[in-house]
């Protein structure tokens, strides 16, 4: 399973993100949002989607933080 996660440094909910996986032993990809081409890249893929996290599972959106949380519970 490829998981991708775009992130903002300053950002809580990224944070608990990568801490929630590194406590599941997931791996991970992470790109930052700070960076304005990463940023073009996510707002290309979900053009309506503003918050961060964002996670990607084998390329499919999976969402934000709630929804890692409740995947990962299962």
Not at 21 to 37: K, L
């Amino acid at each position: 399973m490829m998981v991708e996660i775009f992130t903002l440094p300053d950002c809580s909910d990224s944070a608990a993100a990568k801490r929630l996986m590194a406590i599941h032993g997931v791996g991970y990809a992470e790109r930052d949002a700070s960076n304005p081409a990463v940023m073009a890249e996510l707002q290309r893929r979900l053009p309506r989607e503003a918050s961060l996290p964002q996670v990607f599972l084998d390329g499919v959106h999976l969402g934000g933080y709630d929804d890692l949380r409740l995947r990962l519970a299962n």
